[in-house]
């Protein structure tokens, strides 16, 4: 029996996000020959370039046309998806701020078995699929065997099944918009607001100095701050740093903040978790200062530094200042 | 409002580093420092605002051991009402499943308009939100930033999406929350507010009083199960700097000047 696995496409003004590449590679890794379909959801005049598009990458593509989704509702298209998969299907959604709404609910709809985060699959033996997923922050990995039979629905990580770019598949589009019938949602989407803009725009800094909840309080950013000046460069943070109002969201790195492209990238007492990561691009000269030896950051730089800091960061300063 | 807010206790990777046990079967929980969990915090002061702007109460309630109690009195004197313990050996090595199973089973025997839990927990799954409202087929969002009450039937909310966005919706009561950190700031609980409720009363429900059976919950439950704990085999990583502080920042310097880190 050959598993049907289906990928769920996410896009965006139009346009497919870089994930959709990345899950046909994640089912190829469950079943090499499994049949795989991409789910294309959306309502208007964008949808059947989307399709085409997908149909690059997938032998087959479901269409589901309707004006409700205008906008990606997860409380809507989990209702279609329980009318249109297969109980014994295998689900792929990318593990973002979309699939984390959608996807524990629908396995539980679809009475199928539900694995998180996924960065490596193993492949499947019988009714077991071997996934490989990560806990406390990066800090260990686990592997997670996952019971098949009723099917499954997997959130996989962006960027851990890095996309071919082949494109040959010359797929065939469905349109499935009748058999997806509409289920009435109590949640109702009215709008987007866009992110506060800050006085700095780090997106644009070409060496930034980074800190994170290692910083242990409000008064050290000054430590980064000095050294952010000695370099000529400016400070960002990550998300906790934000969270307790030590500095503006317009400073945050990450897939919740800002996406960066320095050529300098220092992190200060950040453990490195691939929400932080995922928002640093253009393969910057990473130096990281931690006292955790084993922190995940170290795997993400070029340059570590096992040390404190607070004792590390003025020293650092100093002898850059006697430049 | 009758709030619930669903808590987990877990090592604070803050504080800790984590470590394989020898077996490589669990991590090395010897010497780890607990807390609640970073997001449940925050669901925990969310709730106690709701609760003091609209009335009601707010009820913390984790699936746990008996060590798990003092995340529950650490919440209440935050300011949540009440605490309840699901606690049994079956629940042990549940999967998400199981453990939401466990939840609404103690949820069924109560009457709650809203749910609230954290976005995630030291599993980083973010799943137990969403299964919950699955399984009492309540509206469910996730990664609640905002929170408005906009009449007994409805709340308005924000959901913090990719880039700091922010999604609003309007959502149904009764209903589930899954809430995203930096919604508020969790107000600071000291020793005496814990000495305060270190005598209130904490029910504790197992396997029978729940109405579960074995199969549903725990090992025999789960259809997902964690093998092993591994530390991957990846690329070098970074090239660890040796020396005294002076000599590694002279080395760094060296460096940073080479790849235009100083202007
Ligand atoms: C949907 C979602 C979106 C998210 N988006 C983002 C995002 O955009 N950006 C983001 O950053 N996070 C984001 N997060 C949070 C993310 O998961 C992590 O919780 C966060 O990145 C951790 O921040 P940190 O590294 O500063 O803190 P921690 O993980 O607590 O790490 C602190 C580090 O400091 C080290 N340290 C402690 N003391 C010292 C010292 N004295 N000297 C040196 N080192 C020290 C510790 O060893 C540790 O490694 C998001 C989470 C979710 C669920």
Known sequence: MTTHIFAYIEHHEGLADD????????ARKIDPQAQVTALVFGSGDSLDPLCQEAAKTYTEVWKVDKQELAYPNAEIIRGLLINLLPKDGICLVPHDTFGMDLAPGLSIKLNSSFVADVVDIEGADGDTLKTVRQEFGGQVSTHVNC??????????????????????????????SDAAESVEARRTFQEVLEAEMGEVDISKEDILVSVGRGIGEEENIEIAQELAEAMGGVVSCSRPIVDAKWMEKSRQVGTSGQTVKPKVYLALGISGSFQHMGGVKG???????????????????????VEDLTDFIPELTEKIKEL | ???????KRVPDTAENEIEINSAGNDIERDDLVYSVNEWDNYAVEEAIQLRDKVGGSVTVITVGDEESEEVLR????????????LTDEAFENSDGRGVAAILKAAIDQGRYDLILTG?????????TGGMLAAMLEYPYASLVN???????????????????????????????????????????VGIRGIRKVASVDIPELGLSELGLSADQVGEAGSRVKRVDYFVP???????????????????LIEMLKARGGIK
């Open chain 2, 74 to 85: 650490r919440e209440m004197a935050m300011g949540a009402d009440k605490g309840i313990l």
């Open chain 1, 283 to 305: 393969n910057p000269f990473i130096v990281a200062v931690n006292t955790n030896p084993k922190a995940p950051i170290f795997q993400a730089a070029e340059v570590g530094i």
């Open chain 2, 119 to 127: 976005a995630q927990a030291d599993e980083g799954a973010a799943q």
């Open chain 2, 233 to 251: 085999e990846t690329g070098e990583g970074a090239e660890i700097l040796e020396g005294d502080t002076e000599e590694v920042a002279a080395k």
């Open chain 2, 1 to 7: 409002m009758e709030i619930l807010v669903c808590i």
């Open chain 2, 146 to 188: 905002e929170i408005e009450v906009l009449d007994d039937k409805t709340l308005k909310i924000g959901r913090e999406i990719e880039g700091g966005k922010q999604e609003v919706s309007s959502i149904g009561l009764p209903c589930v929350l899954s809430i995203q950190t930096g919604i508020n700031e969790p107000r600071y």
């Open chain 1, 147 to 176: 019971n098949i039979a009723q099917g499954a629905v997997l959130t996989v990580r962006t960027g851990s099944f890095p996309a071919d770019e082949s494109k040959s598949a010359s797929g065939r589009v469905t349109d499935k």
């Open chain 1, 19 to 26: 994930s959709s590449l990345e899950l046909v590679n994640a």
